[in-house]
């Protein structure tokens, strides 16, 4: 069994529809929270937004570090926690909602496009991670 969410999942997470009790779906739409937070926040809000969104990349990392099984002896090293991949799916999702919303500052192409490779790069990520093939940092 995969301890890690299938994409789908985190994905409807970082819409606020966290279907299971899965801590990292938890996290994840929290993170997404605090990303739409931010896109309207002032610069006193965002430091303190700031420091929630690491504890959350913090706690993602914690959990994966001692839930994935040993990976094989011949795992390919990930350059990214998992914790900083939700946080980029979550500040992703945020933005290209507020471009689907119409916001001026974000184009809406651009962002649905990224929002769309990192999804696919998880899901690759999470069969690697699952089959050992892969290894993440702090993990073994």
Not at 38 to 46: E, H, K, N, V
Not at 83 to 98: K, M, N, P
Not at 108 to 120: F, G, K, N, P
Request: with cysteine; hydrophobic share 40%; charged share 25%.
């Amino acid at each position: 069994m995969n301890p890690l969410p299938a994409k789908d999942h985190v994905l409807a997470a970082c819409r606020g529809i966290v279907g299971n009790d899965h801590p990292v779906l938890r996290w994840a739409s929290e993170l997404a929270t605090v990303h739409q937070r931010r896109l309207t926040a002032l610069q006193t809000g965002r430091d303190e937004l700031e420091g929630r969104r690491r504890e959350l990349v913090n706690a993602i990392d914690t959990w994966v570090a001692y839930q994935l099984p040993p990976s094989l002896g011949c795992a390919r090293l990930h350059t990214e926690s998992l914790g900083a991949i939700i946080d980029r799916l979550s500040e992703f999702t945020a933005v290209a909602h507020a471009a689907l919303a119409g916001a001026a500052d974000y184009d809406l192409w651009d962002a649905w496009e990224a929002l769309a490779e990192l999804a696919v790069g998880y899901d690759d990520l999470q069969d690697e991670v699952s089959t050992g093939r892969r290894r993440l940092p702090g993990t073994r």
